[in-house]
C-alpha cells in the first residue's frame, strides 16, 4: 500500500482550488483546505479550516492550526480575487483586499510554513499568478499588481526553497471556465475559449511535480505568453481592446 | 513643453536618500512638495529651500493617501504636473525568511501605500496632465536576499503597465528601475554590502537620470550602470 501524502490547498472550495484538491486526493493525498467558505458538500471530506485571508488577524490566529495539520508533501496556494473597473473608480478597500489576498497572505503563509520546517524535503510548492504576468492587465491593475509580486517572491525564495529540498512552480494560468472569472470576464467574452479547471489543475499539479519552475497551462497561453515576453507593449495595448475597453459603462 | 515653466511636483520620502537627491536637483526650477514620515520639526532645515512638506506615514496605506491630498490642498496647489512615489523601505532577513511583519511592512509602504496614492492623485494628475512615476528597484526581476522586497517592487512594475494602459491620453504612468545606490536604505534595512557598496552609483547620479527619464514619459527604464556609462547622469532630456 502507498503511503498517504498531505496537501495544502488555499481557496480550494472553488474554481482552481476545488479542481486541485479533487486532483489531490484521486492521488493518493490527504489535503488541508484553507478557505473562507467551506468546500461543496458531496466531495471526499477535507481537513478544512476556516480563514478570510484578507484578515491578517485571523490569518496569524489559524497560522499554528495550519502548521500542526503538516508536513506538507505539496502546497498549493491559489487563493485569490480579482477586482475589474477603472483603477481610480474601484474602492479602496477592495484594492487593499486584493493585494492582502492574492499576495500578502501567501507570502506570509509560505515563510511561516518554511521557518516552522512544516513542508517536507521533497515537497513541492505552487504559486498560482496569471497569464497577466506576461501581458499586462489594464482593467485589473491591483490584480496585475499583486499576481505579480506573488510570482518574484517566488522567484526570490526559490534559492532558499532548494536548501529545504523544495521545488517552487509559479503558474500562470489564462481566463479559467469558474464562477468567478465569469465574474470578470468583459461582456460578449466567449466562455468556450477559456480553459476548464480541471484539465488546468492537471496541467499544473504535473509540471510541479516534475519540478518544473514554471507552469503555463495549455498551448494558446504558452504561446501568448512568448509574444508577451518579447513585445510587453502591443500586447499589453491588444489586451486594453478585449478587457479594459469593454467594461461595463459605470465601471 | 517640458521645462518650459516651473512644475508642481510631488515627491513621496522626499525628505532622504533618493527622494532627497532628486528634490534638491529640481528645487531650483520647479516647486516642490515632499512627503516623509519624520515630522516637520525633524526635517527642518534639511529639505531644499522653498520646498513644502507633508507628513505621511506610508505604513498607514490609506492615511497616507490622505494626508497627500490634504497636503496639497494646504500647499495651494489645484493641480499636479508630478507625482514621483518614491517612498519606500526595505528588510534584509538574516536567513532570507522574511519575517510576517516585513512581509507587511514592505507590502504596505512599497506597494499598496503607491497604489493608494496613486488612485487619491489622479484628479489632480488628471487636471494637469501630469505624469505618475512610480520608483521600482533592480529588484523587482526577483532577489534570493530579499524576497517580500521584491516582490513589493514587482508589484509597482504590474501597476504601472496596467495603468499606462488605462490612464492612456489622460496622465502619463511610468516606473522606474533604479539600481543600488550610496544611500542610508542598506544600514536601515540591516544589510551590509560590504565592498560592493563601492560599485554602488552615487544618489545625486541616480537622481539625474530620474530627472531626465521623468522628462522622457517613457516606461520601464532601468536606472543602473549601463545607462550610466552611457552618460544617463548627463545626457537626455532636462525635466
Known amino acids: 500500500m502507498q503511503v498517504r501524502k498531505r496537501a495544502l490547498v488555499t481557496g480550494g472550495s472553488a474554481g482552481l482550488g476545488a479542481a486541485a484538491v479533487s486532483w489531490l486526493q484521486a492521488n493518493n493525498y490527504d489535503v488541508v483546505v484553507l478557505d473562507r467558505d467551506q468546500p461543496l458538500s458531496g466531495k471526499a471530506p477535507v481537513n478544512f479550516i476556516s480563514c478570510d485571508l484578507a484578515s491578517r488577524t485571523e490569518l496569524d490566529n489559524v497560522m499554528p492550526e495550519l502548521i500542526a495539520a503538516g508536513p506538507y508533501d505539496l502546497i498549493f496556494l491559489n487563493a485569490g480575487i480579482n477586482v475589474t473597473g477603472r483603477f481610480e473608480r474601484i474602492d479602496a478597500r477592495a484594492h487593499i483586499d486584493v493585494i492582502r489576498i492574492n499576495a500578502e497572505a501567501p507570502m506570509v503563509i509560505t515563510a511561516r510554513l518554511f521557518e516552522a520546517g512544516a513542508i517536507r524535503r521533497g515537497a513541492a510548492a505552487v504559486f498560482v499568478s496569471s497569464m497577466s504576468h506576461f501581458t499586462g492587465y489594464p482593467g485589473a491593475a491591483s490584480y496585475a499588481a499583486s499576481k505579480d509580486a506573488l510570482a518574484i517572491y517566488a522567484k526570490s525564495m526559490r534559492r532558499y526553497a532548494k536548501t529545504a529540498g523544495v521545488t517552487l512552480t509559479v503558474a500562470f494560468p489564462g481566463p479559467l471556465k469558474t464562477n468567478h472569472a465569469e465574474q470578470h470576464a468583459p461582456e460578449g467574452a466567449d466562455a468556450s475559449k477559456r480553459m476548464d479547471a480541471d484539465e488546468a489543475a492537471n496541467l499544473i499539479l504535473t509540471d510541479a511535480l516534475a519540478g518544473r519552475r514554471t507552469s503555463i497551462p495549455g498551448p494558446a497561453n504558452r504561446i501568448f505568453a512568448v509574444i508577451g515576453r518579447i513585445a510587453p507593449k502591443p500586447v499589453t495595448a491588444l489586451m486594453r481592446k478585449l478587457i479594459y475597453d469593454r467594461l461595463k459603462p459605470g465601471m | ?239
Open chain 2, 1 to 239: 513643453m517640458i521645462g518650459a515653466k516651473p512644475r508642481r511636483i510631488l515627491i513621496t520620502g522626499g525628505n532622504t536618500g533618493l527622494g532627497l537627491a532628486l528634490a534638491k536637483k529640481l528645487a531650483r526650477r520647479h516647486q516642490l512638495l515632499l512627503s516623509g514620515r519624520k515630522s516637520q520639526d525633524e526635517v527642518a532645515g534639511m529639505l531644499p529651500p522653498g520646498a513644502g512638506y507633508v507628513v505621511a506615514d506610508q505604513s498607514d496605506p490609506e492615511s497616507s493617501a490622505r494626508a497627500l491630498v490634504r497636503g496639497i490642498g494646504e500647499f495651494g496647489w489645484d493641480g499636479l504636473h508630478n507625482a514621483v512615489l518614491n517612498a519606500g523601505t526595505g528588510t534584509a532577513p538574516a536567513d532570507s525568511v522574511d519575517s510576517t511583519e516585513a512581509i507587511r511592512r514592505s507590502l504596505d509602504v512599497n506597494l499598496l501605500a503607491a497604489l493608494l496614492q496613486a488612485q487619491a492623485l489622479y484628479p489632480l494628475l488628471e487636471k494637469s496632465r501630469g505624469t505618475l512615476t512610480l520608483i521600482g528597484s533592480l529588484a523587482h526581476k526577483g532577489y534570493a536576499t530579499i524576497p517580500a522586497y521584491a516582490a513589493s517592487k514587482a508589484g509597482l512594475h504590474g501597476l504601472a503597465r496596467a495603468l499606462r494602459s488605462e490612464w492612456k491620453g489622460a496622465v502619463s504612468v511610468q516606473v522606474l528601475h533604479p539600481g543600488p545606490s550610496k544611500t542610508d536604505m542598506h544600514d536601515k534595512a540591516g544589510y551590509d554590502p560590504g565592498l560592493m557598496r563601492s560599485l554602488f552609483l552615487a544618489p545625486d547620479d541616480v537622481a539625474s537620470m530620474m530627472a531626465s527619464a521623468i522628462a522622457a514619459r517613457r516606461s520601464p527604464v532601468t536606472l543602473s550602470w549601463v545607462r550610466y556609462l552611457n552618460g544617463g547622469a548627463y545626457t537626455g532630456r532636462r525635466l
